[in-house]
């Protein structure tokens, strides 16, 4: 009788199961069917009248039929459960597409920039970067550099000078004799740095930057200082612009040049940016004096060389388009920010 009445749940258990549409209903199923109070309960209490040979056998079909009936129940359920975790990511989607919050990132100050291109360009051609100090002494700045202290183009360099002999350095050609110094040619290098002049306009900063160059070996000619200026000049400013070099005067170069490029705002044909010449002065140049290879032990007979000194702030402005260099180092944000 027990055994027919456990068929009977099964099947009654089997078609609500079938009807049940949510993982609540599987639920209340269970407490019905496999409960303290539920059916199954009520079914064993007539195991007490069954006869004692019969009830193991009994006793086995029910924990059966509630094994079975469980493990579907929870299979059941966590069908449900997953299709409604489903359905509730899906209703509740986060919109990942809304505005965030804008960073500002900072960037590179338009002298940084060019004072990177122009190490870049030069670096290309096998010249490596040398530093030195901003404080000198009148010996490198100057007196090493065939510039004695008599000589009128000291009166063009405005020197702000310290105590003891010491200075800032008014350009970074003192570095040439630094590294001459400690080193044999050949000699390969290019030398940025800040330099200082005590002069205030809208072309000059009480500090600037410089770029210097120095190439030393057994027999460097001018025609390789054409061909690198040349070279770097077009690299910089664009290889449609021409490039001309005129005789010029430095104490530490003989013969000595300074090198225009062709205006870029009238192509040459002459404009209020290039004074109506056509031309804008970008550097100055020249093959190393021979005196500056013998205030550095070095044989002029036996080691030729050029060097060159360029401007970064004229050539950020060039590049550019900046008319006052103080725009340069105010560090208002509406300016930095274009570029
Ligand atoms: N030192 C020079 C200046 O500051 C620039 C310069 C000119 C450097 C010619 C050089 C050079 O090395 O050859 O005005």
Redesign the pocket.
Known sequence: MIEGQLKELKDSADAELAQATGVQDVELLRVKYLGKKGALTDILKGLAAVDSSERPRIGQLANQFKTELSDQLTLKAEEFAATETQARLDRDRVDIHLPSFRRHTGRLHPVQRVMREVQEIFGRLGFSVKEGPDVETEHYNFES?NIPSDHPARD??DTFYLKMGQLLR????PV?IRTMETQRPPIKIIVPGN?YRCDMDITHSPMFH?V???YVDESVSFAQLKGTLTYFLREFFGHERDVRFRP?Y?P??EP???VDVQCGRCDGAGCASCKYSGWLEI??????NRKVFESVGYDPDQVTG??????IERLAMLKYKISDIRLLYENDLRFLSQF
């Open positions: 550099l063009m360099h008014t350009h970074t050609s040439q330099v410089q210097e160059g120095l010029s430095f530490f170069t000595s040049t300074e550097l100055g140049a020249g093959m190393v050029f060097a060159f000194g360029i401007g």
